[in-house]
T-cell receptor, first 113, second 117 residues
Framework: KAGVTQTPRYLIKTRGQQVTLSCSPI?????VSWYQQTPGQGLQFLFE???????NKGNFPGRFSGRQFSNSRSEMNVSTLELGDSALYLC????????????FGAGSRLTVL | AQKVTQAQTEISVVEKEDVTLDCVYE???????LFWYKQPPSGELVFLIR??????QNEISGRYSWNFQKSTSSFNFTITASQVVDSAVYFC??????????????FGTGTRLQVTL
């Protein structure tokens, strides 16, 4: 059974650019959550999607957005990148909203120069 | 508001030693889940255990054991006879038992465990 797949694994952008990260959940999992991990702030919840709808949102500015497709794959987008957006972005999937045993992917490491 | 504190930033042990990772939490919720996750160098978080606030029984799984004490708001994790493969960052996390927001985990800052030969 394939795990949670995140692409790309590594990317470098410059300030002001935008980035899109992709997440394919475990087959059958319908909920996808996104977390940001930085040395300073640790692991912070970004948002959760289920049935193509955002169900929960963390305390991040509107530059951070996401969406989910009918096949449960999810993308997150960060616009107008800032240096502080450099982080490991982790995607996690679960069977449903509220199923809190999350299976995480290996993450997408974003560096903003 | 919820908070998870892992006061030990880094621990170094020699293989075969026992090691305990501490986790203290704060929450106003009366019902909640506590978790431990392991993050190896590859980056993904690996689920280790979930414990709900109703159940204070300690749990053992192989070399791993967990001690949940509601009276002191602690959920400590012990590795017996540590091995080099246990080297990783370990995170404690908390979420209320609320089906609407249960995927929104509050994580501690993690404890980096280094096991050497």
């Amino acid at each position: 059974k394939a795990g949670v797949t995140q692409t790309p694994r590594y990317l470098i952008k410059t300030r002001g650019q935008q980035v899109t990260l992709s997440c394919s959940p475990i087959s059958g999992h319908r909920s996808v959550s996104w977390y940001q991990q930085t040395p300073g702030q640790g692991l912070q919840f970004l948002f959760e999607y289920f049935s193509e709808t955002q169900r929960n949102k963390g305390n991040f500015p509107g530059r951070f957005s996401g969406r989910q497709f009918s096949n449960s794959r999810s993308e997150m987008n960060v616009s107008t990148l800032e240096l502080g957006d450099s982080a490991l972005y982790l995607c996690a999937s679960s069977l449903r909203v509220g199923a809190n045993v999350l299976t995480f992917g290996a993450g997408s490491r974003l560096t903003v120069l | 508001a919820q908070k998870v504190t892992q006061a030990q930033t880094e621990i170094s042990v020699v293989e075969k030693e026992d090691v305990t990772l501490d986790c203290v939490y704060e929450t106003r919720d009366t019902t909640y889940y506590l978790f431990w996750y392991k993050q190896p160098p590859s980056g993904e978080l690996v689920f280790l255990i979930r414990r709900n606030s109703f159940d204070e029984q300690n749990e053992i799984s192989g070399r791993y054991s967990w001690n949940f004490q509601k009276s002191t708001s602690s959920f400590n994790f012990t590795i017996t006879a540590s091995q080099v493969v246990d080297s990783a960052v370990y995170f404690c996390a908390l979420t209320p038992i609320n089906t609407g927001t249960a995927s929104k985990l509050t994580f501690g800052t993690g404890t980096r465990l280094q096991v050497t030969l």
